[in-house]
């Protein structure tokens, strides 16, 4: 009879073991999904912003017509070894931003983006300081009502 209990007690606590596998998995696997969503969002919004982006680099005529035809359009003067966002003195240019973002708003069209993804359509996603001068700006514009926020994190062109 001994042995009998002892099966009985072994296959208990080989049962609650398993149980509680089975909703650590069960957890493990609902946190993925909601990652992978997370990432299957991002991937879409990051396609959308690079075909878009795409479409400027074969045709420009159309952002240089958004940024205003006021605004005399010249090419900037830069040192052999500066980098190219950067102006004559080598030091990095930040002018524009608000109407670099606006552009790319333009561009979009009617979806939710994050901070994060404009900084990188802009090439501004090199370091913090970068991204939160986009973040920055973004909320300003949010502020003047010229971009709307959608969600915690993410923003959409204003409707005319």
Known sequence: ?????RTAHNIEVTAESLQEDLDRLRMQKQALERELAA??????SVQ???????????DPAPAAARAGAAEPQR?????????ADADSDGRKKYGRLTEQILDYFATVGDVDVRARDVAAALGRDTDSGSINAVRST?????GTSR???SGRGLY?????
Not at 50 to 57: E, I, K, N, V
Not at 138 to 142: A, F, G, I, P, W
Not at 156 to 160: D, I, N
């Open 1 to 5: 009879m001994v042995s009998g209990a």
């Open 39 to 44: 990432v299957v969002a991002h991937l879409d």
């Open 48 to 58: 959308r912003a690079l075909g878009a982006l795409q479409g400027l680099m074969r």
């Open 75 to 83: 090419a900037p003067a830069h040192r052999a070894d500066a980098p």
């Open 138 to 142: 973004l909320d300003r514009l949010v």
């Open 147 to 149: 971009i709307r926020r």
């Open 156 to 160: 959409r062109a204003k409707h005319s």
